[in-house]
């Protein structure tokens, strides 16, 4: 197989890339905010048959 030449320079890519990563720690650490939250929510084991 050949390769294709790619459409975009190099510092395109790596800008790219820099950008992607960014995002996906981004959405990594409102993903964790999100489970802290969902778990500060959610009724414990040792909340059952009180009340």
């Given at each position: 197989?050949?390769?294709?030449?790619?459409?975009?320079?190099?510092?395109?890519?790596?800008?790219?890339?820099?950008?992607?990563?960014?995002?996906?720690?981004?959405?990594?650490?409102?993903?964790?905010?999100?489970?802290?939250?969902?778990s500060c929510l959610a009724p414990s084991d040792?909340?059952?048959?009180?009340?």
């Amino acid at each position: 197989m050949e390769k294709k030449p790619t459409a975009a320079p190099d510092g395109d890519v790596a800008s790219q890339i820099a950008a992607e990563e960014k995002a996906i720690k981004l959405a990594m650490k409102r993903l964790k905010l999100l489970h802290i939250k969902a778990s500060c929510l959610a009724p414990s084991d040792t909340d059952v048959g009180r009340g």
